[in-house]
């Protein structure tokens, strides 16, 4: 009727309702810090590459000095997420983590530019991707368990090494195996 996606938005709006009643505002600001970031980096990256891949692509914008733009923005961004608390960055890395086993177990498989086909070639890229996002959660489980002190609680540190390992088993698994297409 009115050509809005209503019912994802009404479904969103009560997941983030029930996000922002039970999740301390200190813990919802550091995530939209970080997300925010990192999200401001891939748009760094995707101008520097689009720019130099395919430049004469007709743009809507222009970016003066690339790649110094693109750098400068990456740079300024790290240099912000640095600052933020280890926890923070764990909570990045299974936000990533999940996020690739949503891709990598529906939305490769219902891709519509994709035809169907779940097995690509750039499937393995994001297995080997998804190996290096366990491999830091562990370092930074481990990390965070460093500033907080090993005498203190280390509940934080334990679901990060038994999320990361998980994952680690199984996309090392499908890693192996020879996917026919």
């Given at each position: 009727k009115t050509q809005t996606?209503?019912?994802?938005?009404?479904?969103?709006?009560i997941f983030v309702s029930a996000f922002a009643a039970f999740v301390p505002a200190r813990v919802v600001g550091e995530m939209t810090s970080?997300?925010?970031?990192?999200?401001?980096?891939?748009?760094c990256v995707g101008v520097w590459v689009m720019r130099v891949k395919m430049p004469e692509l007709p743009r809507a914008f222009k970016t003066p000095l690339v790649p110094l733009v693109p750098i400068l923005g990456i740079a300024v961004c790290l240099f912000m997420m640095v600052f933020?608390?280890?926890?923070?960055?764990?909570?990045?890395?299974?936000?990533?983590?999940?996020?690739?086993?949503?891709?990598?177990?529906?939305?490769?498989?219902?891709?519509?530019?994709?035809?169907?086909?779940?097995?690509?070639p750039g499937m393995r890229i994001a297995r080997i991707v998804s190996l290096v996002l366990c491999v830091l959660l562990v370092v930074a489980?481990?990390?965070?368990?460093?500033?907080?002190?090993?005498d203190t609680d280390k509940t934080l540190m334990y679901i990060?090494?038994?999320?990361?390992?998980?994952?680690?088993?199984?996309?090392?698994?499908?890693?192996?195996?020879?996917?026919n297409p």
């Open positions: 996606p209503a019912r994802s938005n009404f479904m969103f709006m970080i997300g925010t970031l990192f999200a401001f980096i891939l748009v933020l608390p280890m926890d923070t960055w764990i909570r990045l890395l299974v936000w990533m983590l999940i996020g690739m086993d949503i891709y990598l177990w529906y939305g490769a498989k219902h891709s519509k530019l994709g035809n169907g086909t779940a097995h690509r489980g481990f990390l965070h368990q460093v500033t907080v002190g090993f990060s090494f038994i999320f990361a390992a998980v994952h680690f088993v199984v996309f090392a698994s499908k890693l192996g195996r020879k996917e």
